[in-house]
């Protein structure tokens, strides 16, 4: 990879309560120093594999061509699962070959997929619990550095496919959605693209618009959202538009409806976590 100051952006689940990271990074330094590395976040819920796979998808965007991605949500370490390169016209991926990666858009060019097989490029021994220092670093290093894509490992020609849940139109004309992970802010982010429900939006979400085309349309005040037996009455445009402390759903920079609390957690207020459910009703409408 010829870049004059190659990136590595990493995003894992190891929280900043260890020296995990501190290892990985110790490990890309000392293999290509003149990598410099970015933190996406390091505070994925532990082994939420949708959310690794939406805050990748959102921000990717966001950073320069030839940036290398370290993805470590991994709930299969140490078992027979594949690590992943993803190289596209644009950027690489790695990441474990577990869904991950499955909402990356790919342009014109199609992708090309690497098993990461090449043992000569990964540290050893390898810790059957940490392949983020061991495999992932050393591999995104050796990439910086000029290492050929080819000499990854063998070529695969599809990766694995992550189900992520979708919001559905019921027979009475409400949705039924649910909470897919809760932000560092305690902000509920649900699978609503805002979009869907004829909300504006600053950005394409990275989830299609999964909400049937018959959903008739009504204004931000008119839509009610239901969470943990409370109702939110509208969606607003930003927090302070209610009190503080107060419930309130709005479209998040990713383009999907969030649930939040002015000035508080709305996981914690609401005891919500990933898979709480949602609703959404329309005023005026018969359910």
Do not use: W
Not at 67 to 75: E, N, Q, T
Not at 155 to 164: D, G, N, P, Q
Not at 215 to 231: E, M
Not at 264 to 280: E, Y
Request: glycine content about 8%.
């Amino acid at each position: 990879m010829q870049n004059e100051t190659p990136l590595i952006v990493l995003m894992t689940d190891l929280g900043d309560a260890s020296g995990y990271v501190g290892m990985m990074k110790g490990v890309i330094a000392s293999i290509c120093p003149a990598a410099r590395v970015i933190d996406l976040t390091h505070a994925v819920f532990p082994q939420n594999v949708v959310e690794a796979s939406v805050v990748l998808a959102t921000a990717q965007r966001y950073f320069p061509d030839r940036a290398i991605f370290i993805s470590v949500v991994d709930p299969g370490v140490g078992s027979a699962r594949k690590i992943v390169c993803m190289r596209t016209a644009e950027r690489y991926y790695l990441a474990p070959d577990n869904g991950l990666l499955s909402l990356l858009r790919a342009g014109k060019v199609k992708p090309d997929f690497r098993e990461i097989g090449n043992e000569s490029l990964i540290l050893s021994p390898v810790s059957r619990t940490f392949h983020g220092r061991d495999i992932f670093a050393p591999v995104a290093a050796r990439l910086a550095c000029g290492e050929p894509f080819e000499n990854l490992g063998p070529e695969m020609t599809a990766i694995s496919s992550l189900k992520i849940p979708t919001a559905r139109l019921l027979d009475n004309g409400a949705i039924a959605a649910e909470v897919l992970y809760a932000d560092s802010f305690g902000n509920l982010v649900t699978n609503v693209p805002a979009r869907s429900l004829g909300l504006e939006s600053a950005v394409e979400c990275v989830l299609s618009a999964q909400i049937s085309k018959d959903l008739k349309i009504c204004p931000p005040q008119d839509i009610i959202v239901g969470i943990c037996g409370r109702k939110i009455r509208g969606v607003s445009e930003c927090y302070a538009q209610v009190n503080r402390r107060e419930l309130v759903a709005l479209v998040g920079s990713g383009g999907l409806l969030e649930i939040a609390v002015n000035g508080g957690s709305a996981a914690k207020t609401l005891d919500a976590d990933p898979g709480t459910a949602v609703s959404i009703t329309f005023a005026g409408a018969q359910q």
